[in-house]
């Protein structure tokens, strides 16, 4: 586990952080009427920290359009000074960084398709040395937790400790509803290594359309995230990027209105004690498992020493197969998911041909 962070508290942020940290603004900067016409909406929502817009795009395909890049910086800091809001933009290099610093963009964030390249974050880290600035850093496009760290890493030790992760969730070859599969039990890993790193969630490039966008939110804050960046154009239908995604202000101020904010902690004593309560008997529950499962491996390994006796080979595929179907029709009768089921009797089956290698080949531990 890589060692803790120096985090400076969000209260020590130029701009205001309190909690949910909400970030909203148009996927791209298209124009200077649209850049204002979206600040002014959003000021009026009142539920905005920081506006977003980018500037230089990342594209999959060349030909789409890959944003205005510099002149933009123009259109932003006028709507800063028109409505107050700080700003944010996406930097993907040394000359986007020294671009927005000259402007004076309060927040930086780094994209999933730089994240992924450590030349790109180096670059931008030593960009910032010396300089005081907040930086947003999305997860790398691939489930890759170590590229996630290693992106904080390099600012870290380019010294900004005013630092904050984005969720946006990961490409995937699987076909699903979202656009970029969230993989919850990542950005889980990272809270749960790096606690003292805050984190957001990015709804929009997640979901890849409007009606994904509350369920994401509402999740990432069940999950006790502190704020999240949606994307709102005043016309989405007309957007020049991720038109599918965006949603009109009032729109985003909908979705924000009905998220229940729900406590990380509960000061209720009596509600903490019937929650503690509960949370033994899981305590419970959970050794009895482990035991079991012991007890089952216990049986695996009996039976890799008869397989040894008899020369039989540790793989029996029927013997698997019948395995999975019985095991997976009694858990979807019990209520479980399909994936959990299916992966949980993988890792089952993986430990006990392990246990079993290691009976037929003498193995030590
Ligand atoms: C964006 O926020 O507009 C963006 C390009 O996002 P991502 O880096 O998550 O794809
Ligand atoms: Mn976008």
């Not at 290693?150 to 995937?172: D, T």
């Not at 919850?184 to 966008?213: K, Y």
């Not at 909908?254 to 729900?262: A, G, K, L, Y």
């Not at 390994?301 to 595929?317: S, V």
Request: net charge negative.
């Amino acid at each position: 586990m890589s060692p803790k962070f120096n985090i400076a508290p969000l209260s020590d942020w130029p701009i205001n952080t309190a909690f949910p940290f909400i970030i909203s603004g148009p996927c791209s900067a298209e124009s200077e009427a649209q850049v204002l016409e979206s600040a002014h909406a959003l000021k009026k929502t009142g539920k905005v920290s920081l506006l977003r817009a980018g500037i230089w795009k990342p594209r999959t395909r060349p030909n789409s359009f890959e944003g205005i890049g510099a002149p933009a910086l123009e259109w932003l800091m006028k709507a800063k000074a028109e409505t107050g809001l700080p700003l944010t933009t996406e930097v993907a290099n040394a000359y986007h960084v020294e671009a927005c610093l000259k402007a004076g963009v309060d927040v930086l964030w780094i994209g999933a398709r730089t994240t992924v390249n450590p030349f790109s974050v180096q670059e931008i880290a030593e960009a910032l040395k010396g300089v005081d600035i907040p930086v947003i850093i999305k997860n790398p496009i691939n489930p890759d937790l170590q590229l996630w760290i290693g992106a904080l890493e390099r600012l870290q030790l380019a010294g900004i400790n005013k630092l904050m992760a984005m969720h946006r969730g990961f490409s995937s070859s699987q076909k699903s509803i979202y656009r970029n599969d969230p993989m919850w039990e990542l950005p889980i890993a990272l809270m749960s290594q790096h606690p003292e790193v805050p984190i957001i969630c990015d709804p929009s490039h997640i979901s890849g359309n409007r009606e994904l966008l509350l369920p994401v939110a509402q999740k990432a804050f069940d999950l006790g995230m502190q704020g999240v960046m949606i994307e709102s154009h005043p016309n989405p239908d007309k957007a020049l990027s991720d038109k599918a995604q965006q949603v009109v202000p009032e729109r985003f101020k909908e979705i924000i209105d009905s998220i229940q904010f729900r406590r990380t902690h509960n000061n209720d004593i009596d509600q903490e004690a019937a929650l503690a309560t509960l949370r033994s008997r899981i305590d419970e529950i959970d050794r009895g498992v482990i035991k079991l499962l012991a007890e089952r491996m216990d049986v695996a390994m009996e039976i890799g020493t008869f397989k040894k006796k008899h020369d039989i080979t540790i793989l029996q595929l029927d013997r698997w197969i019948e395995i999975f179907n019985t095991r997976s029709e009694h858990a979807l009768e019990l209520g479980f998911s399909e994936d959990f089921i299916t992966s949980f009797l993988e890792q089952l089956h993986k430990e006990s041909i392990r246990i079993q290698t290691k009976v037929m080949n003498n193995m030590k531990d």
